[in-house]
């Protein structure tokens, strides 16, 4: 029963942490228009890449990373047959490798940010 306790302790506390959501990277990324150019840079450092087009400057960031999913093991079903028995396994699946990536750009005029745009499969925030 203690063992039951602690897994339902600690799917509480994921619960109350709180989700990461891309509504929420939106918003986020929504409260940088009219902050300066400068600002963008102290605290997002340096743009991985930057070009410009009609009068704007477009910055763009990048974020990668991976995430290790582990395999799990699969169950073992024996027949007998006769004087025989057969071993069979079932079911399970081999771990793999996920690439998370984030690339946020945002358009700058005059050393104002006035918009932004993501693509990715890791642009989210708490």
Excluded: H
């Excluded at 087009?53 to 995430?67: D, L």
């Excluded at 007998?80 to 081999?94: C, D, L, M, R």
């Amino acid at each position: 029963m203690r063992r039951f306790r602690g897994l339902w302790l600690a799917c509480l506390a994921v619960l109350l942490s709180g989700c990461a959501t891309t509504a929420k990277y939106e918003q986020m990324l929504s409260a940088w228009v009219g902050s300066s150019e400068l600002d963008l840079y102290r605290t997002w450092g340096p743009p991985n890449n930057q070009y410009e087009a009609a009068g704007s400057k477009f910055v763009s960031f990048m974020r990668q990373g991976q995430m290790w999913v582990p395999g799990t093991a699969p169950s073992y079903q024996t027949i007998f047959t006769g004087n025989s028995a057969f071993t069979q396994a079932v079911g399970g699946s081999p771990a793999y490798n996920i690439s998370l990536t984030c690339q946020t750009t945002f358009e700058i005029r005059q050393e104002k940010v006035v918009g932004s745009r993501w693509q990715g499969n890791n642009c989210t925030a708490k």
